[in-house]
């Protein structure tokens, strides 16, 4: 158990870190778009998130707290769910490009 929270934050368009055994601000990632969903991947060493940047899909190590990649996961970019780790489903609201988009994520 790791005691902390990650929490996207859409008025900074950053990921907050923030440990809950010493209630104090870890990191702050900014990922250069709006965060609007996040999830860890299976084996708790990234996180996902869609953001409303022009990639719409950043990965984020849980260790440093650095963006590790940015993927391009199509035009307004919302939910997301991860399968094994290596694939990312991402959901577009986008009037001219709805729908989900698949994404490698390895």
Not at 11 to 34: E, Y
Not at 35 to 40: A, E, F
């Amino acid at each position: 158990e790791r005691g902390y929270v990650l929490a996207s934050d859409g008025q900074t368009t950053n990921l907050a870190v923030v440990n809950l055994k010493q209630p104090r601000l870890l990191a702050r990632v900014p990922l250069g778009g709006n965060p609007t969903g996040i999830v860890v991947s299976p084996d708790g060493s990234r996180v996902l998130l869609s953001t409303m940047s022009p990639d719409g899909l950043t990965s984020v190590s849980t260790s440093t707290y650095q963006v590790v990649k940015s993927y391009n996961a199509g035009e307004a970019t919302s939910s997301l769910a991860v399968q094994g780790g290596s694939t990312a489903y991402v959901t577009n609201f986008s009037a001219t490009q709805p729908g989900v988009t698949v994404v490698d994520v390895r």
